[in-house]
């Protein structure tokens, strides 16, 4: 069974390793080679993770195995997708990876109760992007109430991929 703990600027180098290699798995054959190589090279560097490490409204969680091998990480941040009429005080789950054989067992539910729990006690309004061809991500997070509100291009390289923008009903009353 993983383990999951909130990840320090020292995980940087191990995180910038799992997202490149998650990334890669996940979406690497939907991109020219120089397209991901740019993505990766900014958004899954050992800079990237020290400067989000840092930043004190952020937080990350990692899962490791019994042995310390890390299998997935997610990540929340005050929100910084194009969402119209964003109110004030929203915060955003960014990033909820796990490794391909790692998947289906429960570690990214848990990822999401941690991170959801973690959004709602810093922000009033929680949002989410996600690829528009990814539809059993889509179904998991409408099974926690999120709901489609916009659309835009995410650039990966040159390349742009059609996100869906979700925003999660309000759980406060």
Not at 142 to 164: C, I, N, R, T
Request: aromatic share 12%; hydrophobic share 40%.
């Amino acid at each position: 069974m993983a383990q999951i703990r909130r990840a320090t600027v020292a995980d940087a180098p191990a995180l910038s390793r799992l997202g490149a290699v998650t990334f890669k798995d996940t979406f690497g054959h939907l991109y020219a080679p120089e397209d991901l190589e740019e993505f990766l090279t900014y958004n899954h560097s050992v800079d990237y993770f020290e400067d989000f490490l840092n930043d004190p409204e952020a937080a990350a969680w990692v899962a490791e195995t019994p042995d310390g091998e890390m299998i997935g990480y997610c990540t929340a941040a005050p929100c910084s997708l194009p969402a119209p009429d964003m109110p004030e005080n929203s915060g955003e789950l960014c990033r909820l990876y796990l490794l391909p054989q790692c998947q289906g067992q429960g570690v990214g539910k848990a990822f999401l109760n941690i991170a959801l729990d973690w959004i709602e006690r810093h922000f009033d309004h929680t949002y989410i992007g996600v690829f528009s061809e990814n539809a059993g991500a889509q179904k998991l997070y409408q099974s926690y109430g999120f709901e489609k509100v916009a659309e835009y291009h995410f650039l990966v390289g040159k390349h742009p991929d059609l996100e869906w923008i979700m925003k999660r009903r309000s759980q406060k009353a």
